[in-house]
């Protein structure tokens, strides 16, 4: 750790509670970037890593993407913040609604938590019930609705969630139909939410079928279907996850490359829902559609709308992969990788090495997100043979 690094972890101890401001962000020893462009990131330091935590997997396009960077200069040269309908929100919406099959109407939010936290309230109004079933293991932010998880075969909610909260949420085995139908089965349910790529962005995938089940399963019981797109959405398809799998939700979450690198997400779906909006639901929300993140929005929407950076993300992906794959198997290692289109799962069957990992990588020259990597439009050649090159030496190392 260098001098600058220590002197700003010091000071971050005194003013940010562990030192960070997310729970993902606690890195040992601490991290401190400077700057990113396309593919690379800089710590203050002066050293260069090779990114694929990717803005938490928000910028497909890489970082400081000239089309943003231009959209996102121009329009804070106009103002940030309106207070006011904007023409930016409606083209913004228009583009969602266009990829989108099942979207016929959005509601913009400032994140993917609160657009999970009004999807879930437009469904409980639609329906006049109370009850959301949501899988074990699958994230949909931090709100108390969905803070709730099963441990030691109990669901128990988080710390600082009211435990009462087991009550009006549900929680089954990820992929159990038969548990899914028994919930259904009573009669309360508003909704069933899931993460369309299986827990945790593709860590944990969903069985072949569980969606087309689930779909017909909401139909019979009265219950409406939420995808949680906030990972997946314009990411592994222009049409996301539900695109993929062939199903039409009846309500969308998204979030992260929707809003160009910036904060923002967004609830869309079918219009009679949406509408609910209008007449029933109140949704208030200073940094809605902001002007600063539509243009941001749109500049990476409009270059994502074909489908080639998704392809060329996803074909590099391939290559790290196959890359990764082939120095597992020449060093012996137990372990795999899993992909979802154009990210990257890499896992260690010892947990101690697994433990070591993505510091050991970072040491090398490579970030990941915990110890998966979202491959963007414009990772390079050269990304790639460092990447590889770097979990064999770590590999070698943490063997000797």
Known sequence: MTDISAELAERAARVLPGGATHASRTYSPPLYVSRAQASHKWLVDGRELVDFTMGHGALLLGHAHPAVVEAVCD??????????????????????????????????????????MLALRVARAATSRD?????????????????????????????????????STRVIPSGDVEALRAELARGDVAAVIFEGSGAHYGRIPLPDGWATAARQECDRAGALLVIDEVVTGFRVAPGGMQSVLG???????????????????????????????????????????????????????????????????????????????????????????????SILHLGLADPQRQAVLATRLREQGVDLLHTSAFCSAVHTQQDLELTVGALDDVLSAVRA
Not at 79 to 105: F, K, M, N, Q
Not at 281 to 297: D, E, K, M, Q, Y
């Open 75 to 116: 329009q804070a040269a106009r103002g940030t913040h309106y207070g006011a309908g904007h023409p930016l929100e409606v083209e913004w919406a228009e583009r969602i609604c266009a990829a989108v099959a099942s979207v016929d109407e959005v509601r913009f939010t400032a994140s993917g938590t609160e657009a999970v």
């Open 131 to 167: 009850v959301v079933i949501k899988l074990d293991e699958h994230f949909h932010g931090w709100s108390d609705a969905v803070s709730v998880n099963i441990e030691g075969g109990v669901a128990r909610p988080a710390p600082g969630v009211p435990s009462s909260q087991v009550q």
């Open 247 to 341: 199903i039409r939700p009846d309500l969308s979450v998204f979030g992260k490359i929707m809003a160009g690198g910036l904060p923002g997400g967004a609830v869309g779906g079918r219009r009679q829902l949406m509408e609910l909006l209008a007449t029933t639901i109140a949704h208030p929300g200073t940094f809605n559609a902001n002007p600063l993140t539509a243009s941001a929005g749109i500049a990476t929407l409009e270059l994502c709308a074909d489908g080639r950076p998704q392809q060329v993300a996803t074909a590099f992906a391939i290559q790290l992969q196959a890359g990764w794959e082939d120095v597992l198997r020449r060093r012996g290692v137990e372990g795999g990788v899993r992909r979802l289109a």
